[in-house]
C-alpha cells in the first residue's frame, strides 16, 4: 500500500552568504572570496558562511599564532526533497569523537515513561501507522478530493449527528481493520462496524468507548477527565496555534473512540520490542461514504481513535489503564492538529493536503504547545531541566519526553536523516520527526515577531505546502533558516563569548534537556558529538544529509598552523553545500 514517493533534487534560492553584523558576527561582502578559507581573521563568537565551492579550492587555514583556537565546521546540505546523501571526506591528522558523559535523566531511573520503548516514545510501529494513513491521505484521497473539486458533481457530505449524543447513548461507528495497513485492501474499504457507549459529553467532546472492550478498569470520573482536558487545554491550545476545526457533522463536537480496533494494530506481544499504535486520526472520515469520490470506511465526523485499555492483554499485549490515560494526553493532542490540518485543506478546499515532514512537525509541535499551556509556562519562555523535572511524571511523558526523545535520536547521528525528507522517511524514521520539530521549534522561536502561534496558524491554513509553505510563512529563504538552525543545534546555551544570540533556543534549553533525555536504545552520544580534524593527512568521511549537516571540531592537539581540505562525492553540494564556521574559542 504505502509506495516511496518521487522527489526530484530542489535547490534552495540562493541568498548572499554573509551573517548578520552582530556581537561576534564575522562580515563578509564577497561569499566566494577565497580569503573567507583563512580562518585567522574569526573573533571567538564570531560565525562565517562559506560556500562549498570556495571550501572545495580553497582549504580551511588556521595560522600557527592560533594553535589554542578551536572552531566548528559545520557542513551543512541544503538541498530538499530528497534522501540522497552525499559523502563528504575531511582530511587532518586526527579521527574521533568528542564524547560527551552521560547526563543524569530528567526523571528517576524506572519511571513509567522512561523504561522502554513501550512506555516512551511509542516506538518505530506507531509511526510506522500514522505513516501510512498520511502517505494514503495524500495519494489516493487527495486524488479523490481534486476530481471533487475540477467539473465532477460535489458530493455532499450529509451531516449524519446533527445532534450531540446523551451518556448511555449507543453510537454505531466504522473503524478501520489492519488489512488497510498491510496493504491487502483500500484503506477507505478496510473498515469494521462498531457499535460504542458514549461515557462522557463536554462543551467539544464526545467520549465513546468500543462495546467490544474488556472490563478496563476506566472509571466515569476517568472519561470525564479526559473530556475535561480537551476542553480546557487541549482545544484552545491547539485552535490557538493552528485553527478553528471543521464540524461536518454539525454537532459541535469532535468523538474521542477507545477501540481494541486500535488495539489490534500492534501485533501479539509486540509492544515491548517494536512499539505500539496510541492512536490516529483519519481524513478519511471527511469524505462522504457513497458516491463517485467516497471513502466507505468515512464517520462523516470529526474521531479521533484510540488505544483501548486492555489490562489482562486480550487484544494481544497489556495497556493498562493509567498507560492508556497517559497516552491519550499527547496523541489527541498530536492528532487534533492533523484534524484541523487537513479540515483547512479538503472541507476548506485548500487542497493539497500538507506534505508529511511538516504536517507531522506541526503536530509534534502541538504536544510541546499543549505542554507549555498545561504547566503554564509562556510561548517562549525558555525551559530548563528544572522547569521539566519539577512536572508531574505523565505531564512530562506525554508532552515533553517524547519530543526530546525524538530530538536526540536526530542529534546522536545528524549525518544520516534531516527535516526535510521525503514522506517514506518522515512517516517511519523518529529521528527525522525529532529533526521536523526542532527545526520547527527554532523557526517559531526567530521566525515569528515572537508571537509562535501565528506562525503556526499561517502554516496550517494552506494552500501552500511544504517548502514553499514553510519559506513564505517565515518570511526568508530556506538556506538563511538552515545557516542559523544547524549552528544553534550545536552552540545552543553552550555560552560560548560573544556568539549572537539567535544561535541559540529562545524556548528551551536544548541541548541540556536532549541530551538529559533516556531513550531506547541509547547507543550513542549524549548529544551532536562532532568529529575531530587535526592536520595532516588522516581522513574522515561523513554523509552530509538534505537539510542537515555533518559536525567537526578543530584538534587543539598539534599545534602550529592548522589546514583542513574538505571533499565530496555528491554532486549535490557543489551547488547547495554551505560550510558554517563558529570560533568557539
Partial sequence: MHQRASFSVVSLASVALVTLAACGSDKTTNPLDPSLADLGTMQVGAVRTIPYSVVASHPLT????LSSAQYLIVAANTTVNTDVIPQLTASGDQQGVFGQNPAAQIAPPGSTHT???YTSTGGALGATIEGRLRAYERTTLARRAQRRTTGISRDVLTPSRSVAPAVGDQMTLRTLTATGFD????????YTTTTGTVQAVSTHAIVVLDNRSVNNGFTATDYQNVANEFDQVIYPTDVGYFGTPTDIDGNGHVIIYYTPSVNLLTPQGSAATTGYVGGFFFAGDMYPTTGTNSCPSSNTAEIFYLLAPDPGGTYG???SPSFVQNVTRGTVAHEFQHMINSGNRYVNNNLPFEVTWLDEGLA???????GRAEAGFTDLQTLTVADIGALDASTQSAFFIQNFGRAKYYVQRPDTTGAIVSASRASQNLASRGAEWLMLRYAADWFSNN???NLTKALAAGPDTGTTNLAKQIGVPLDTLFARWLVALYTDHMGIPNLDAQYNYKSYDMRSLVSRTPVVPDTGPAYIAPQALGNGSTSITIGVPPSSAAYFLTSLTTGGARTISVTSTGSSLSTNGRFYIVRTQ
Fill in 451 to 453: 508571537t509562535p502561534r
Fill in 317 to 319: 499485549n497489556v495497556f
Fill in 62 to 65: 588556521i595560522p600557527a599564532n
Fill in 115 to 117: 523504561t522502554s520503548t
Fill in 183 to 190: 496493504g491487502t485492501t483500500d484503506v477507505c474499504n478496510a
Fill in 364 to 370: 509534534h509541535f502541538a504536544e510541546d504547545a499543549v
